[in-house]
C-alpha cells in the first residue's frame, strides 16, 4: 500500500512516516511526484490511473468535496482518503508529528480494510471516523 500526503502536510513528516515503516509501506508527499503547483486533479488523475500502486491519500485540503468538479474526479478516481479535521492545521509542527506517530498503526490497519472511494474524518485526537 502507497500512502500519498498532499501539499497541506508537511513533506517531513512524509518522509519520516516512510522510513519508519518502508518495509511494508510507502509514504510519499506531493513534492516526491509533482509539482508544488500542481492542481488537485491533475493529481489525484495521476493516481487513480497508477494501477501498479493501491494508493491511499491524506490530506487537510477539504475543498476538494467543495469544487464540483474536484469531487467528481476524486470520486471517479476510487482512492481511499483521509480527511485530517481543522484542528490538525492548527497544531504546532512537533504536535502533528507526535500525533502522527500515534495515528499510523490504526491509519494501517484501517487502510487496509478501507474499500474503494471511501472517505473518512481523522480528528486531531487521532480518532478515524
Known sequence: MRFF?????SPKI?????ELCKEQNHVVCLRDMFSPATPDVE??????EDQENEWVVITLDRKIRRNPHEEEVWREAGLPTYFLTK???K?????????FVKLWPSLLEH?????EGSSYRVTQNCKIE
Open 5 to 9: 500526503l498532499d501539499n497541506n502536510m
Open 14 to 18: 512524509a518522509k519520516a512516516l516512510h
Open 43 to 48: 493529481w489525484i488523475s495521476a493516481l487513480s
Open 87 to 89: 484542528g490538525w492545521s
Open 91 to 99: 497544531l504546532r509542527f512537533w504536535d502533528q508529528a507526535r500525533n
Open 111 to 115: 487502510a487496509a480494510r478501507a474499500e
